[in-house]
């Protein structure tokens, strides 16, 4: 369905910030000021009725409730003997921004009364007016990840499932549960996070903590000892072993579960270092198998040769059965003869 859209131009001072904005600070200013100042506005905001149905809204010039026109403009009015300025104009309230909450905050220190507008009349509930700021920041990459948390929890609130979400603001549902888990941070973690003394990855490795235990760990932020105090609360002992384990843990899972991908310039030595651990690790009989696959003598050798031929030698020799063998071949672009064929239809 076609976003039921308007471009008009409205009062500034008609125009309010979104009360579910899940931006904290506009940040810096003064550039886009004094470009709008010297150029007029250029990117229209998006905004949204902000009282929309209702029958009444609120004069921008003195303040009063007046009875609002089917047309969204407000009733004339009289204030102090004469007629308000604001007669017949949008009330103050009744447009929300969507996109453009730092655009229209340098609006007004640029002195602007009037600005071009996209309205939006189709995004009737707070859930999708949210969703709409939550896909425009993103889009040009504006949001912290405890800002998009905030505005992924108001979300969900607002009755949405983490999967819709994912759907609406066109972001991964593991991205989506990720940033929600910051929400369960302490006061203290959050508070780092959101001025910046702790990055995304310390955060979410406090993630699951109590606050007290996070609040220990977090004494060593910014020092080598950190993640093993993370991983020494975690765990709840003080065994070097075991907490050496859970750093390896929560390195590799991320790897392991898909979730992250090794760098590429890492992985020849990571395949390398693979094919060296199987050729010490398994059995003698398989490795010289193996070793005869690839034409050397020694396990040692393993080390020197390509990776790849190395790993897809050894898939050939612990593969037994024929239908797996070509399975194998097949990504190679392998054809199987009509004899091959006959021999795996038989099989």
Same mark, same amino acid.
Request: hydrophobic share 40%; with cysteine; glycine share 6%.
């Given at each position: 369905m ?6 008009r ?13 899940p931006?904290?600070?506009l ?5 886009l ?18 009282t929309?149905?209702?029958r =009444?809204?609120?004069?921008g010039?003195?303040?009063? &409730? ?45 002195g ?31 949001? &912290? ?12 609130? *607002?009755g ?24 369960? *941070? ?7 996070l959101r ?14 903590? @109590?606050?007290?235990?996070? @609040?220990?760990?977090?004494? =060593?932020?910014?020092?080598? +000892?950190?993640r ?8 709840? &002992?003080d ?10 843990? @929560? ?22 270092e ?13 490795? =010289? ?7 050397? =003598? ?12 190395a ?28 004899? +091959? ?7």
């Open positions: 076609e976003p039921q859209v308007n471009a131009v409205v009062p500034l001072r008609s125009i309010q910030p979104h009360p579910h904005n931006r904290f600070d940040g810096d200013l003064a550039d000021t004094a470009d709008i100042r010297d150029n007029g506005l250029i990117e229209p905001l998006v905004v949204v009725p902000g929309f149905g209702k =009444s809204g609120t004069c010039d003195c303040g009063t &409730t007046v009875p609002r026109h089917t047309s969204g403009v407000i009733g004339e009015h009289i204030a102090d003997g004469a007629l308000c300025p604001g007669s017949a104009e949008a009330a103050a309230d009744d447009w929300f921004v969507i996109a453009g909450h730092r655009r229209r905050e340098a609006a007004l220190r640029a602007l009364e009037l600005v071009p507008c996209v309205t939006r009349f189709d995004l009737r509930s707070e859930a999708e007016q949210v969703a709409l700021m939550m896909r425009e920041n993103y889009h040009r990459r504006d949001l &912290t990840p405890l800002e998009e948390a905030t505005g992924y929890d108001l979300l969900r609130e *607002l949405w499932t983490a999967t819709r979400i994912a759907q609406q603001v066109k972001r991964s549902k593991k991205t989506i549960d990720r940033r929600l888990a910051l929400k369960g *941070l302490s006061d203290r973690a959050q508070r780092k001025q910046g003394l702790i990055t995304l990855q310390d955060a979410e490795a406090l993630v699951g903590l @109590d606050p007290e235990k996070a @609040d220990r760990a977090l004494r =060593s932020i910014g020092t080598p +000892e950190f093993q105090d993370v991983a020494r609360e975690q765990a709840g &002992t065994d070097r072993n075991v907490i050496a384990h859970r750093l390896r843990s @929560d390195f590799l899972d991320p790897f392991l579960n898909g979730s992250q991908r090794p760098p590429r310039q890492a992985l020849p030595t990571v395949r390398r693979v094919v060296t651990t199987l050729a010490n690790r398994l059995p003698r009989r398989t490795v =010289s198998r193996w070793l005869d696959a690839l034409g050397v =003598s020694e396990p040692m050798a393993v080390h020197e040769l390509d990776p790849d031929r790993l897809l030698a050894l898939a050939v020799t612990i593969e037994t059965d024929h239908a797996g063998l070509y399975d194998l071949l097949h990504p190679l672009g392998y054809e199987p003869s009509p004899v +091959e064929i006959e021999l795996l239809e038989g099989a």
